[in-house]
């Protein structure tokens, strides 16, 4: 057998600005070895006749980290051609948190991304606290695309600050040193970096600023210790 795969009968666009072009794809071990006429036998043919054969798409904003706990196939970015989504975006998300926590993080998602909240109470499968379980957690399932998690800034702050943080208050020192804690444990399990929102647009469904929008001395110290942190050399885009 020539190849494990070969994709016959569609229209190629590679990706380098190249006109689309008539071709086929040939796979072997993971890797592609022919992409033209390709003559030889597959294990598995797809017939692409009338469709598009691209490289896969990065989604580098979705908001599927609730969903990614119950949809293997990450619906419907998968149809869409996604093969890699970066989630955590926007300051919001669902880790770290503590089960007190987990409507309020919920909520925000809700207001700040209209994503409905009772999809997500109902259908999120809660099986950590730290982000290091919630990577924990993603790696678990096997799935149709691949995934990168951020650290939300949100979720930091009410996981460290608690009502405090919904209240607006400054950050402790205490409370800054615990954040860059948290956020370098994140990068070490593999997050792929930090988020925060600076609109105004963004609010709780009642209408109140999110926790990351208070305008305090805390967010920028946090955010430099966030540089530190990546600067270890434990975040590698
Ligand atoms: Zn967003």
């Given at each position: 057998m020539d190849y494990d795969l070969k994709i016959t009968g569609g229209t190629l666009?590679?990706?380098?600005?190249?006109a689309p072009r008539r071709a086929d794809v040939a796979v072997r071990d993971g890797v592609i070895v022919a992409v033209g006429d390709c003559p030889g036998d597959a294990a598995r043919t797809l017939d692409a006749t009338g469709s598009l054969v691209t490289p896969g798409f990065v989604?580098?904003?979705?908001?599927y980290d609730g969903q990614v706990s119950w949809d293997p196939t990450l619906a419907p970015s998968a149809m869409h051609g996604v093969t890699t989504c970066v989630i955590?975006?926007?300051?919001?998300?669902?880790?770290?948190?503590r089960e007190r926590d987990r409507a309020r993080l919920i909520a925000l998602m809700e207001g700040v991304e209209d994503i409905p909240g009772a999809a997500l109470a109902e259908g999120i499968?809660?099986?950590?606290?730290s982000f290091p379980q919630y990577m924990d957690s993603i790696a678990a399932t096997p799935r149709a695309i691949d995934v990168l998690a951020q650290v939300p800034h949100d979720a930091l702050r009410v996981f460290v600050m608690g009502e405090r943080a919904v209240a607006g208050s400054v950050a402790t020192d205490d409370d800054i040193a615990q954040m860059r804690a948290l956020v370098r444990e994140a990068l070490l399990a593999g997050a792929a970096g930090f988020s925060t929102g600076r609109t105004d647009?963004?609010?709780?469904?009642?209408?109140d600023q999110t926790p990351?929008?208070?305008?305090?001395?805390a967010s920028s110290r946090a955010s430099r210790g966030r540089s530190r942190a990546s600067r270890t050399g434990c975040c590698k885009p």
């Open positions: 666009v590679d990706g380098t600005g190249a989604d580098v904003h979705c908001h955590g975006n926007c300051g919001v998300g669902f880790a770290p948190v499968r809660w099986q950590w606290e647009n963004h609010r709780s469904p009642n209408g990351r929008r208070r305008p305090t001395r």
